[in-house]
């Protein structure tokens, strides 16, 4: 029977043993994990979405699709070829850097969704591994997994936009336009939501199986159509414990900070401002490096949890809670069993 305390407290203890992941959870943070959260929050939030929309109307604005953006850029170099050469060499070092950053990422979620499996399934308990080796795993799926990325962002985006969209016609009256939000946001959330669920598993499926990029969708739908209700279970819970999670690691950053202020208002009397200037800067990078290394953590658990239903999913199927309450003919409508 799958048990859900049962997956987290494994994960968390596998997350905890083994430390290096914490490297590989920081940059895949920056990914998927967490994006039921974000689809939420992105929704709900009028500000923030008119900001957005905003920032991206701006940004149009400037001219950077436009001809004579190109033709500022020609004059330049022939104006002044030392500031036009100086131009090519930041744009190069700024892309290479985000494609540096892009590959790291990517890597890292490919590195720590193969690492999680080989724990779970008892094949890999290590402590000390190269990090060259780990990186060469990441190798392997880059470019499936960029996609499926890319994907799951552009979808989510474009829902999201649709749900939120009511509320940006100017000519529309509050009334429709929040009735319009409403009904899309009932209809179009959970298949954003729904949308992420299924590109974890496609995205599981072409690491852990080396599946093609259309057998990976295929088998990632199968798995979530008769597992659906498990996921959302999980996600759920998930975002209860990483809600209570940030509020501690905030509480905790806050109490480790708290010494060094002091210190610092008594260094005043006795030292000089820069002493205790100085000791307040120390506190801040002792809070944030807790931060970033429990944030770290935080994102290496929920990873690994995904990754344990994935493998007890495909291995030997499960029972979400909800199923285990309905009525056998009920559970057959709700429930979609390939």
Do not use: C
Request: no cysteine; hydrophobic share 60%.
């Amino acid at each position: 029977m799958l048990s859900y305390r049962q997956i987290l407290k494994r994960s968390f203890a596998i997350a905890w043993k083994n430390k290096y992941l914490w490297f590989f959870g920081l940059f895949a943070s920056f990914l998927s994990i967490g994006a039921e959260y974000k689809i939420l929050m992105r929704s709900t939030d009028r500000d923030a979405i008119l900001a957005w929309f905003s920032g991206w109307q701006n940004f149009i604005n400037v001219g950077i699709f436009k001809g004579a953006l190109f033709v500022s850029i020609f004059n330049i170099f022939g104006n002044n070829p030392l500031v036009g050469f100086l131009l090519i060499v930041g744009v190069f070092i700024v892309l290479t850097l985000l494609a540096f950053v892009v590959w790291m990422v990517v890597s890292s979620q490919v590195v720590l969704v193969d690492n999680a499996k080989k724990i779970i399934k008892g094949i890999k308990d290590a402590t000390k591994v190269s990090l060259h080796d780990e990186i060469k795993i990441g190798q392997a799926s880059f470019w499936p997994v960029l996609f499926f990325n890319i994907l799951v962002k552009v979808a989510v985006s474009v829902l999201v936009f649709l749900i939120v969209s009511p509320l940006l016609f100017i000519s529309l009256d509050a009334v429709t336009a929040n009735i319009l939000y409403i009904g899309l946001f009932i209809i179009l959330i959970p298949a954003a939501i729904f949308t992420s669920f299924i590109i974890k598993y496609a995205i599981a499926y072409v690491i852990l199986e080396r599946v093609s990029l259309k057998k990976a969708l295929n088998k990632a739908w199968l798995l979530f159509r008769g597992n659906w209700i498990i996921s959302t279970e999980l996600s759920l819970i998930l975002f209860l414990l990483s809600f209570l999670s940030t509020f501690v690691i905030l509480m905790a950053a806050t109490i480790i900070f708290v010494p060094f202020f002091l210190f610092a208002i008594s260094f005043i009397q006795v030292f000089s401002a820069m002493v205790s200037w100085l000791t307040i800067i120390l506190g801040i990078f002792v809070a944030a490096f807790f931060i970033i290394a429990a944030g770290s953590f935080l994102a290496t658990w929920q990873t690994i949890s995904w990754v344990h239903l994935f493998v007890s999913l495909t291995s030997h199927g499960g029972e979400s809670k909800l199923e285990r309450l309905l009525p056998e003919k009920l559970k057959n409508i709700i429930v979609f069993k390939k």
